[in-house]
């Protein structure tokens, strides 16, 4: 199973396993990563599953489809690594994903 780190506002990090084909939100949801609130469930439809994926993976994950850069709008200090991790699907390829939350949440 591929890992992800998320790393909090106070630099704590927690890794845990994430399940392919699910997404990164659905992994911290499972995992009680504090952090993420995912108001909607993972339907794009509220930015507080927001988080900053790591330089070192931006190319691996990619860029924001065009609704999901809407969503972003509303979303607490959006930088251009910030995504919505239920927009990320968890793939083979990003074990060792390293993503921060932001201090707080829309």
């Given amino acids: ?6 790393i909090d506002a106070d630099d704590i990090a927690r890794t845990v396993e994430a399940e392919v084909g699910a997404t990164v939100m659905e992994t911290a ?5 504090p952090g993420i609130e995912a108001e909607c469930g993972g339907a ?13 993976w931006r190319e691996a994950v990619g860029e924001p489809e065009p609704m999901e850069e809407d969503m972003l709008d509303f979303a607490f200090d959006v930088r251009p690594s910030s995504r919505l991790s239920c927009q990320i699907r968890v793939r083979p390829e990003l074990d ?6 932001p201090e707080r949440q829309g």
């Fill in 1 to 6: 199973m591929p890992k992800i780190t998320f």
């Fill in 29 to 33: 949801i499972r995992n009680g990563v």
């Fill in 44 to 56: 794009c439809a509220c930015a507080t599953c927001h988080v900053y994926v790591d330089e070192a």
């Fill in 96 to 101: 060792g994903l390293v993503v921060r939350t």
